[in-house]
Structure formats: C-alpha cells, structure tokens
C-alpha cells in the first residue's frame, strides 16, 4: 500500500512563498515519479508540476512556469513544491499523486494511481 500525505499549506499574502511536502510510504514509492495537482473551488483538478523518479524530467503548467520548483532528494521519499511569487489564482487544494510509472511526467491525472488528502493553500490579495 502507498500512502502520500501532504503538508506545508496555509494562508500567505499575493507575493509570497510557501514550501509544500509529500511524504511517502509503501515499497513501491521508489520507482515512480511524482506530481503535484491542484483544484479550486467549482474548478477541475489542474496539473501543477512532475518530476520523474530520477529527477532529470521535470514538467511544470504554464501557469507557475518560472515561480515554482519541484524536487525530489536523494532519500526519494518526499517530494516538495517551493511555491514563490504566489498569486491570488494560486488559491486551491493541493494533491500529491504517484504511480504512473518512474519516467512518466505529465498531466493526465488519470495514470497517477496514488493521491494524498490534499493541502489547502489560500492566497490573499
């Protein structure tokens, strides 16, 4: 069984920066890549960023190109999302997903078969 559980979320001011944390257990973590989602309210769930088990692909959305940072130490049990320059339009529940594979890094939710419970990220303008 893989579990993910995120933590880092909380309420910031437009401009500012928040450090979100996956943590992971079960004995498969270590060969798949890892994603992070987002899904504001009455929105559907947006692709944020991934990162490939080997760290040497990563993918970000358009839209927090340049201001966030995943990554993924040595240990590979936690992935992190530095959050930089955050906006209003950042505002939304943040999920943690895995299991589509070691080298997968893309934005279809669909082949990610590990979620976490999500944090809340609330950014005031």
């Known amino acids: 069984q893989v579990q993910l559980v995120e933590s880092g979320g909380g309420l910031v001011q437009a401009g500012g920066s928040l450090r979100l944390s996956c943590a992971a257990s079960g004995r498969i973590f270590s060969n798949y890549a890892m994603g992070w989602f987002r899904q504001a309210p009455g929105k559907e769930r947006e692709f944020v960023a991934a990162?490939?088990?080997?760290?040497?692909?990563?993918t970000y959305a358009d839209s927090v190109k340049g201001r966030f940072t995943i990554s993924m130490p040595n240990a590979k049990n936690t992935v992190y999302l530095q959050m930089n320059s955050l906006k209003s339009d950042d505002t939304a529940v943040y999920y943690c997903a895995a299991g589509a594979g070691p080298y997968y890094t893309g934005s279809d939710d669909s082949r990610y078969r590990y979620w976490g419970q999500g944090t809340q990220v609330t950014v005031s303008s």
């Open positions: 990162i490939s088990w080997s760290g040497g692909s990563i």
